[in-house]
């Protein structure tokens, strides 16, 4: 089956402008996300997959290079097109006293809606149907700040999914949540990228989740990104390199990262 390319990376370069300045974090960067597959963005902390991510989200302006979407050049999107195109859910927690959980899901809707913001029925339908996709139609009428972590992700994936994107980017989106959370909500994203023939692209810190769930790794190291799917990885040696270090051992058969103790 040929997989159809959502984003490409042609010979990107990311970093920041200060003061005149160009830091430049990565360079040359060339890549593709597919559609109807979970991305999985690993790399330490620092290597600039947040920048990436910022970049890619077009909330930060590229030094070079260009990204692709949907066969169009990012730069050349306006807001309003690019909001009908690309969801982004970010690490931080919102901090919303005063609206429920559908509330904040029907926010997804702005793109769409007239100057005064009102839902119509068409509007409201796609809203349950983003709760019910995250199975969390009963959280609806609970306020945001009773939600615990793992809820409140869901609310804000419903919220993504109620804009209608066919791209959606996730920055972190385990970071807070205890571990029976995060597999949940890491294989709630596959599915979503799966049966909705989402394209899900996410920067994540758990790796052993990311090679068990994610469809394709893009492993970000300094002046390299190497990219293939989790066994492509293992089986070429690039995963054993990468987390071979003092004190861990990557077991290639079953993808999984095994501490070592001292006595050893």
């Not at 979407?69 to 006293?97: C, M, N, Q």
């Not at 019910?132 to 959280?139: C, D, F, M, N, P």
């Not at 919220?159 to 294989?187: G, N, R, W």
């Amino acid at each position: 089956m040929t997989q159809e390319a959502s984003i490409e990376l042609r010979k990107l370069s990311i970093g920041y402008q200060t003061k005149g300045h160009e830091k430049l974090v990565a360079s040359d960067l060339s890549a593709t996300i597919y559609k109807g597959e979970l991305t999985c963005l690993l790399g330490q902390n620092g290597i600039g997959k947040s920048t990436l991510l910022r970049t890619l989200s077009a909330f930060q302006p590229s030094l070079g290079g260009e990204i692709m979407v949907a066969d169009k050049p990012l730069h050349r999107y306006s807001d309003k097109e690019l909001s009908r195109h690309i969801g982004v859910v970010l690490t931080e927690k919102p901090d919303l006293r005063n609206m429920t959980a559908r509330e904040l899901v029907e926010l997804g809707r702005s793109p769409y809606t007239g100057f005064w913001g009102g839902l119509t029925t068409a509007d409201n339908e796609v809203v349950d149907e983003a709760l019910r996709l995250v199975a969390i139609e009963q959280l609806a009428p609970r306020m945001v700040h009773t939600l615990s972590d793992g809820e409140r992700q869901k609310v804000m994936i419903a919220k993504a999914l109620a804009q209608q994107t066919p791209v959606i980017f996730l920055d972190e989106p385990t970071a807070f949540l205890d571990f029976p959370s995060k597999v949940e909500t890491m294989q709630l994203l596959g599915r979503l990228a799966h049966e909705q023939q989402k394209t899900i692209f996410l920067s994540t810190h758990d790796v052993e989740l990311a090679l068990q769930l994610g469809d394709r790794i893009w492993l970000m190291e300094r002046n390299s990104m190497t990219i293939g799917t989790p066994r492509q990885l293992a089986d070429d040696g690039t995963l054993n390199r990468y987390f071979g270090r003092v004190g861990t051992v990557f077991d290639a058969q079953s993808l999984t990262i095994r501490v070592v103790s001292a006595s050893h």
